[in-house]
């Protein structure tokens, strides 16, 4: 991100942006649940792709994560289920 984002309050910062400062934190805190609806949206491909793959290394040091997409090409997860108007439609999918 540009170095003065540092100075800048969350509302002057773009969708991306907020995300990526989203990201970041679930990365360094000790947290041991991260819901991450939608953490995507307004990121390039690479950028997205980047942070899953940290989402990925958050769970495989024992975090549990709990990842709300539409874009179901990002998904990728011990389990997945694709739910339709609050319903489980297909569940236990598994992609690795």
Not at 28 to 55: C, H, N, W, Y
């Amino acid at each position: 991100m540009p170095a003065d984002t540092e100075n800048c309050y969350p509302f002057q910062l773009s969708g991306g942006m907020v995300r990526r400062v989203l990201v970041s934190t679930a990365l360094i805190t000790d947290v041991r649940l991260v819901i991450a609806d939608e953490p995507t949206p307004g990121m390039s491909v690479e950028q997205a792709v980047e942070a899953l793959k940290m989402f990925r290394e958050m769970a495989e040091d024992g975090k549990n994560i709990v990842l709300i997409t539409h874009d179901i090409d990002f998904a990728f997860a011990d389990r997945i289920a694709v739910f339709y108007a609050g319903t489980i439609v297909q569940p236990g999918l598994c992609r690795f």
